[in-house]
Nanobody
């Protein structure tokens, strides 16, 4: 089992940057592909980015490609999301999650979830 705790959210102006981190407990963290999702008020949960178990492959939603970067450090049991050139439409609660297999964009394929961290981008 994996427990996930996100941090790094906050308020930032449009065009700015934030770095989200997700700390995982459990010795099996390195087995899991990891993903970031977000949920804006009144909307469903949306896939943002994913990284495979060894960090060698990544996948992004079109809306964030070239602005966001996902990475992981299996030695430290962490996964991060560097967010640059933020836009007001990036405002949401961001969640990290552990998937059953690689390249999943459907949140139903993710077994473990953090509690979320709020990102607010002011225009």
């Amino acid at each position: 089992q994996v427990q996930l705790v996100e941090s790094g959210g906050g308020l930032v102006q449009a065009g700015g940057s934030l770095r989200l981190s997700c700390a995982a407990s459990g010795r099996t963290f390195s087995w899991y592909p990891m993903g970031w999702f977000r949920q804006a008020p009144g909307k469903g949960r949306e896939f943002v980015a994913a990284i495979n178990s060894n960090g060698g492959s990544t996948h992004y939603a079109d809306s964030v490609r070239d602005r966001f970067t996902i990475s992981r450090d299996n030695a430290k049991n962490t996964v991060s999301l560097q967010m640059n050139s933020l836009k007001s439409e990036d405002t949401a609660v961001y969640y990290c999650a552990a998937a059953r297999s690689w390249l999943q964009t459907d949140d139903r394929r993710y077994d473990y979830w953090g509690q979320g961290t709020q990102v607010t981008v002011s225009s």
